[in-house]
């Protein structure tokens, strides 16, 4: 099992920045990719971004150019670098891992983008 905690979400101007964490603990070694899906209301969960345990990231269409994943091993962390943020950005943001038997998530942090 792997579980996850975000942190870092809040409200921001039209513009501006935010960095969100993902601590992972538990089974980490069996992760094969984390990402960061968001879900504004009265809409679908989308994945705006992931990184593989070869390094190698993925974006949506919606965030590429504007958002960046990493990561720090050593931490069991990964981020989500937000920048150009903007009001359609405004959601509850999630950490996901995907292993070969399971996929966590965590329980969401929210990221309001006002202006």
């Known amino acids: 099992q792997v579980q996850l905690v975000e942190s870092g979400g809040g409200l921001v101007q039209a513009g501006g920045s935010l960095r969100l964490s993902c601590v992972a603990s538990?089974?980490?070694?069996?992760?094969?990719?984390i990402g960061w899906s968001r879900q504004a209301p009265g809409k679908q969960r989308e994945l705006v971004a992931a990184?593989?345990?070869?390094?190698?990231?993925d974006y949506s269409d919606s965030v590429k150019g504007r958002f960046t994943i990493s990561r720090d091993n050593a931490k069991n962390t990964v981020y989500l670098q937000m920048n150009s943020l903007q009001p359609e950005d405004t959601a509850v943001y999630y950490c996901?891992?995907?292993?070969?038997?399971?996929?966590?998530w965590g329980q969401g942090t929210q990221v309001t983008v006002y202006g």
């Open positions: 990184i593989r345990s070869d390094g190698s990231t």
């Open positions: 996901n891992a995907l292993s070969s038997s399971s996929h966590s």
């Open positions: 538990g089974d980490t070694f069996s992760i094969n990719a």
